[in-house]
């Protein structure tokens, strides 16, 4: 990976120390010019005429296509989605519940996976069980402790892969496993992981699996993906109907042919052309970087962050140390400062963060992009603070 070359594509790299992917990336030049050739192709030649119709099939077919090589899932088992919670929600609406049922997840959730849970709770009679997962839990207690929440009412085992709040990463294959065996069902929120980590949806065994295009990939905001096993899609019916729900129906007699098996259920009627365009090129520019490398890089990275921050008076890292378990999220307290006020000074000094409130801390994500001198400089600025 040609680091200098990468960084020439992105132009924020230029301007300042960027360290809050796991909010937004920001998007190389080439996804943003990807997008504007859309829209202009649109406004010269018109949105919904014989020739843009056939190029706007192809932009989907190839969104598609670059998804299902991105979560190494088949191309029939992927679903377009706006969002990571649009495509969760698609999920957690879909199923059919019933009073009593249960949805497991865990105290560090991200809103998109704790809301739509308890308002199952509330509408549907759906009891929610809460692991108390702390980030420094190793894999062996984090399956204990979800494990002992599983019961023969559990429907859907409901977490975030790698946690926006501290970048633990939970053992996907081995929940899943831990879920099939109580028959129900494994939903994950990648919103973390797309782009950051190399996804396998077919060695994991997940059920279902939500990413946005937005963070991580590089991509334009509004864009995303769901996975779903193939032989569930049945199961998950589509809430918002549009065309690509029914293969064919009769006004007149009420004649309806639902699609039952091809994501195409999923689709709104109406989605944006351009932005489906950038995420495509999106994935194009990091399957260049390729998936693994991309990985790697970001985790070094962290892990010489977490070296430096240990060296500062006053800082406590709140993540996970490394190892499986950790991620390219990297979270710290520093004593005497609350988590806002050092995501101030960290932008006065031209470096962006983000606070995070479970626990209460800054985080700084460490994406491929970026580099060892930034990290460097940002460990130097902390230091400054401490003292």
């Not at 190793?138 to 019961?151: F, G, N, Q, T, V």
Request: net charge neutral; proline share 6%.
């Amino acid at each position: 990976m040609d680091i200098l070359k990468v960084r020439e594509g992105i132009p924020v790299t230029r301007n300042l120390i960027y360290l809050n992917t796991g909010w937004s990336g920001p998007s190389p030049s080439r996804v943003t010019q990807r997008i504007k050739e859309q829209l202009d192709y649109e406004m010269e030649r018109g949105p919904a005429t014989l020739d843009s119709l056939p190029r706007s099939r192809a932009i989907h077919e190839e969104l598609a296509k670059g998804v299902a090589g991105l979560m190494n899932a088949p191309e029939e088992s992927v679903a377009l989605t706006q969002s990571t919670t649009h495509g969760l929600v698609m999920v957690v609406n879909g199923l059919d519940w019933f009073p009593g049922d249960e949805i497991v997840t865990c105290s560090l959730e991200h809103p998109s996976v704790m809301l739509p849970s308890l308002m199952l709770q509330k509408t549907h009679g759906v009891k929610v069980r809460i692991a108390d997962i702390d980030p420094k839990d190793d894999k062996s207690i984090i399956l204990a402790k979800i494990e002992a929440l599983l019961s023969p009412r559990t429907r859907l085992v409901y977490l975030s892969h790698i946690q926006f709040s501290c970048g633990l990463r939970l053992p996907a294959k081995e929940v899943a496993e831990l879920a099939h065996r109580r028959g129900a069902f494994l939903l994950l929120d990648g919103a973390q992981c797309g782009g950051q980590i190399a996804l396998d949806m077919k060695g994991w065994g997940c059920d279902f699996y939500a990413i946005p295009g937005h963070k991580w990939l590089l991509g334009p905001d509004g864009t995303g993906a769901l996975y779903i096993r193939k032989e569930l899609i049945p199961d998950i019916t589509p809430r918002y109907p549009a065309h690509g729900a029914v293969e064919e129906y009769d006004i007149r007699t009420g004649a309806l042919k639902l699609n039952l098996e091809h994501p195409r259920k999923f689709r709104l009627s109406t989605t944006s052309v351009a932005l489906e365009a950038g995420m495509a090129e999106a994935i194009a520019f990091q399957r260049e970087q390729g998936f693994q490398e991309i990985e790697a890089r970001g985790m070094a990275l962290a892990a010489r962050l977490r070296d430096g921050l240990r060296s500062i008076p006053g800082v406590t890292i709140t993540s996970p140390e490394g190892g499986e378990t950790g991620s390219a999220l990297v979270t710290f307290a520093l004593a005497g400062r609350e988590p806002r006020q050092v995501v101030e000074l960290l932008w006065a000094r031209g470096i962006a963060a983000r606070q995070v409130p479970t626990p209460p801390a800054v985080r700084l994500c460490t994406a491929f992009y970026n580099t060892e001198e930034e990290v460097a400089q940002v460990c130097a600025v902390l230091g400054e603070m401490g003292r």
